[in-house]
T-cell receptor, first 113, second 113 residues
Framework: DTEVTQTPKHLVMGMTNKKSLKCEQH?????MYWYKQKAKKPPELMFV???????INESVPSRFSPECPNSSLLNLHLHALQPEDSALYLC????????????FGQGTRLTVV | AQSVTQLDSQVPVFEEAPVELRCNYS??????LFWYVQYPNQGLQLLLK??????LVKGINGFEAEFNKSQTSFHLRKPSVHISDTAEYFC???????????FGKGTTLSVSS
């Protein structure tokens, strides 16, 4: 299994809703990442988990809350989002956080209304 | 600050013509270099990577890239493009152990018949 699986593929939520994005990989990778990508822009790093511990938080607002329940799963909990948070959210994983490529999921297209 | 520059935001080309997409980075210290492709509404797929060794690296779909340390460049090339190569291409860099991928702004490759 060489895939990073993200669910759901599409999500529409109101500004008062609470929702979660899920990411799963079964490649034995020990680093997992959340990126945010706006239209016509490159992915921007949000969070890095290394060995299930948060190692990088790129000054992301607290309305985004990451969670790594185990080495295969990564969640992004969303609460009180703003319309400008609408974007493609990409999950990625790599064998470790050292000098290797990252494997990306297909993303969740989030629309905040 | 460390940065990745993709010199062309858009590259239009005719089918079966050669193409070069340019990428420069700001520092040659311990760099690891990658090219990713993104088709519309999809995640990122790794085309090729340079970690060490031979400076000419070959990737999937007939793409190759050359690492040039003195010019701090990692240009992507394909000798003959197809319509199906139309996509967004991102150059990405990892500067040292423990950091995540940083992306250039992307180059839109448009192949027409």
């Amino acid at each position: 299994d060489t895939e990073v699986t993200q669910t759901p593929k599409h999500l529409v939520m109101g500004m008062t809703n609470k929702k979660s994005l899920k990411c799963e990989q079964h490649m034995g990778h020990r680093a997992m990442y959340w990126y945010k990508q706006k239209a016509k822009k490159p992915p921007e790093l949000m969070f890095v988990y290394s060995y299930e511990k948060l190692s990088i938080n790129e000054s992301v607002p607290s309305r985004f809350s990451p969670e790594c329940p185990n080495s295969s799963l990564l969640n992004l909990h969303l609460h009180a989002l703003q319309p400008e948070d609408s974007a493609l959210y990409l999950c990625a994983s790599s064998p470790s956080d050292l000098n290797t490529e990252a494997f990306f999921g297909q993303g969740t297209r989030l629309t905040v209304v | 600050a460390q940065s990745v520059t993709q010199l062309d935001s858009q590259v239009p080309v005719f089918e079966e013509a050669p193409v070069e997409l340019r990428c420069n980075y700001s520092s040659s210290v311990s760099v690891y270099l990658f090219w990713y492709v993104q088709y519309p509404n999809q995640g990122l797929q790794l085309l090729l990577k340079y970690l060490s060794g031979s400076t000419l690296v070959k990737g999937i779909n007939g793409f190759e890239a050359e690492f040039n340390k003195s010019q701090t460049s990692f240009h992507l090339r394909k000798p003959s493009v197809h319509i199906s190569d139309t996509a967004e291409y991102f150059c990405a860099v990892r500067w040292q152990a423990g950091t995540a991928l940083i992306f250039g702004k992307g180059t839109t490759l448009s192949v027409s018949s």
